[in-house]
Structures are given as structure tokens and as C-alpha cells.
């Protein structure tokens, strides 16, 4: 329960692992504003 812990958040943050207790944050997709179609006539 303590730096040395693999398991626990604190543990993971001293190893700068990931896991199920500290997951990784995903990257927000850029929404991309959709063009209207123009249509001739």
C-alpha cells in the first residue's frame, strides 16, 4: 500500500505505469465541423 505497491494508485504513479487503478487518460478526438454539400441549381 505504499510507492512500492505495483497494485496500488500511489504505487503506479511512482512507476509511471498504467492499469486498471490508473488508467490512461484518452486524447479528446478534434470534432471536424462537417461541410453542408451545395447542390447546383
Do not use: L, N
Not at 7 to 18: D, V
Not at 20 to 40: I, L, Q, S
Amino acid at each position: 500500500m505504499g510507492k512500492g505497491d505495483r497494485r496500488s494508485r500511489r504505487g503506479k504513479i511512482w512507476r509511471g505505469t498504467t492499469g486498471k487503478t490508473r488508467p490512461k487518460k484518452k486524447k479528446k478526438a478534434h470534432k471536424v465541423a462537417a461541410k453542408t454539400a451545395k447542390t447546383k441549381g
